[in-house]
């Protein structure tokens, strides 16, 4: 079973506000990635990162930031939310050179 | 460029067989992965195929063929909680998966 975990899992929260999303793996991976899903749609990747002090933006235009100052710990950033970021952020990580994805259990979040 | 193609939505019976394909166009090829993702949930890993031909693994079945740029994922003795979106996806040149926009699977009593 994989070990990564996201927090929180649901958020509602006012336009405006920073917010940051969690997520961590005990799993080792240098390998970590953010992405954007709207229900029933496809997976969008907005942010990535090969190991620590690594981070890499992915091919959706995000207002979003992250960090990687530890191996386990890759936590998205929301310096300003507006509703058009309502949505669900899945966090997912791998082994350097392999790409099997696990993913956490994501984050839905709202803004009103 | 990269580009995969699934069907948007299938719909099957409790029991019977279903194939969904995947096509996919990638400059360079490092395999090919299917996942299933139930509604409001996170992706889970099923399958992963870099070489032609079939990979079974017990209800599931997946084949690859890399001169077509064609996939497809096999379900057996369907159940009522493979009811989930199968997304296929590929890695591009830089390892990154590429995603294709899932294929909802419903499946009918």
């Known amino acids: 079973e994989a070990d990564i975990y996201q927090t929180p899992r649901y958020l509602v929260i006012g336009t405006g506000k920073k917010i940051t999303l969690e997520c961590s793996q005990t799993m080792g991976h240098d390998k970590m990635y953010w992405y954007q899903q709207d229900p029933g749609m496809e997976l969008h990747l907005i942010h990535y990162?090969?190991?620590?002090?690594?981070?890499e933006k992915g091919d959706l235009s995000s207002e979003s930031t992250v960090s990687r100052i530890r191996t386990e710990h890759f936590p998205l950033t929301l310096e300003s939310a507006r509703p058009s970021h309502t949505s669900q952020y899945l966090c997912?990580?791998?082994?350097?050179?392999?790409?099997?994805?696990?993913f956490g259990q994501g984050t839905r979040l709202t803004v009103v | 460029g990269q580009n995969i193609d699934q069907p948007t939505e299938m719909t099957a019976t409790e029991g019977a067989i279903v194939q969904i394909n995947c096509t996919y166009q990638?400059?360079?090829?490092?395999?090919l992965f299917w996942y299933q993702q139930h509604a409001g949930e996170a992706p889970t890993f099923l399958s992963y195929?870099?070489l032609d031909g079939l990979e079974e693994k017990g209800r599931f079945s997946s084949f690859l063929s890399r001169s077509k740029g064609y996939s497809y994922l096999l379900l057996k003795e369907l159940q009522m909680k493979d009811s989930a979106s199968y997304l296929c996806?590929?890695?591009?040149?830089?390892?990154?998966?590429?995603w294709g926009a899932g294929t909802k699977l419903i499946i009918k009593p």
């Open positions: 996806a590929v890695p591009d040149s830089n390892y990154q998966l590429i």
């Open positions: 990162s090969y190991g620590v002090n690594s981070t």
């Open positions: 997912a990580s791998s082994e350097a050179g392999e790409t099997e994805a696990f």
């Open positions: 195929n870099v």
């Open positions: 990638t400059s360079g090829f490092n395999g």
